[in-house]
Structure formats: C-alpha cells, structure tokens
C-alpha cells in the first residue's frame, strides 16, 4: 500500500506531520512532503489516522 497526496487539495497545515512525522514533514518553506510513501504493518494505524484526521481529505491510501 502507498500513501497518496492530492496536492491541489493539500494545505500543508501539518495534521498529518503531528500525527506521524516519520513519514509526513512540513518544511520551513511550509511544503509538505512524504518522507516514507509505503504503508507497513508498523506504521499503518498511524497513517491511517492521518488519512482521517486530513482537514481537507487529501491523503489516501492505494493498493
């Protein structure tokens, strides 16, 4: 599975770096960019948390 970002949607406000900054980073420059763009076993409640939580719902998941 693969994290999947809609970037016309994408405000970069961080919900999703302070859910799981392994893998979500907002940058100085206030650009998001996924660190880890592969959904593991490991990681996968916390992205999924994320997913949810997207105030303007541009994170998913694909298989």
Request: hydrophobic share 40%; glycine share 4%.
């Amino acid at each position: 599975m693969r994290i999947e970002v809609d970037w016309d949607l994408c405000e970069s406000n961080g919900v999703c770096m302070g859910i799981i900054p392994e893998v979500f980073h907002l940058g100085d420059d206030d650009m998001l960019t996924v660190l880890q763009p592969e959904v593991t076993q490991e990681n996968e409640a916390q992205v999924r948390e994320a997913v949810r939580q997207c105030p303007r719902q541009a994170i998913s998941i694909t298989e």
